[in-house]
């Protein structure tokens, strides 16, 4: 059934969502989120949960790639937990770099203002990132297994 694995990833999203909001309070942060809808809440879920749903399907294909569909090995474990570990700071580090490229071209948000420089921010925001969405797949795979352990 596919509605078990779907709530961990709501919970997931959620978890990741509700901790990495306070950066929320660095301007140069806060103004990557101005677009597609005038609202700040809106607009946050939207796009922090398509980088999160990204990085779920990230998950799913590291998982395949070492695992494929059979059981996990020990050996299996650590790959995919060294592959997800380098994929929370690879993928919010390209789209950050991404950002830094497309989004002052267009003129839609310069890095530089009073106060923090958004090259640091968007820094301090990826490397937060990582170790959220690290520790939240560390702490949702502990409990995942530790509930299906035999008795």
């Given amino acids: 059934m596919v509605f078990p694995e779907l709530g961990v990833v709501v919970g997931f999203a959620v978890i990741v ?4 909001s306070p950066l929320l309070a660095i301007a140069r942060l806060r103004e990557l989120f101005r677009w597609p809808t ?3 809440l809106v607009n946050y879920l939207l ?3 398509g ?3 990204v990085q779920s399907i990230t998950y799913l294909i590291i998982m ?4 494929g569909t059979g059981t996990v090995t020990g050996s299996d474990a650590v790959g995919i937990v060294g592959g997800v570990l380098a994929a929370n ?3 919010p580090g390209a789209i950050a770099l991404t950002a830094l490229r497309i989004l002052p071209a267009r003129g839609y948000w310069t890095p530089t203002s ?4 958004g090259r640091i921010a968007l820094g ?4 937060w990132y990582a170790v959220i969405t690290s520790v939240g797949f560390v702490f949702i795979g502990l409990v995942l297994m530790f509930a299906n352990m035999p008795m």
């Fill in 17 to 20: 969502l509700l901790f990495w």
């Fill in 38 to 40: 005038s609202w700040l």
């Fill in 47 to 49: 796009i922090g949960g």
């Fill in 51 to 53: 980088v999160i749903a």
């Fill in 64 to 67: 395949l790639l070492i695992a």
């Fill in 89 to 91: 700071l690879l993928l």
């Fill in 114 to 117: 009073d106060g923090l420089s």
């Fill in 124 to 127: 301090i925001g990826v490397t």
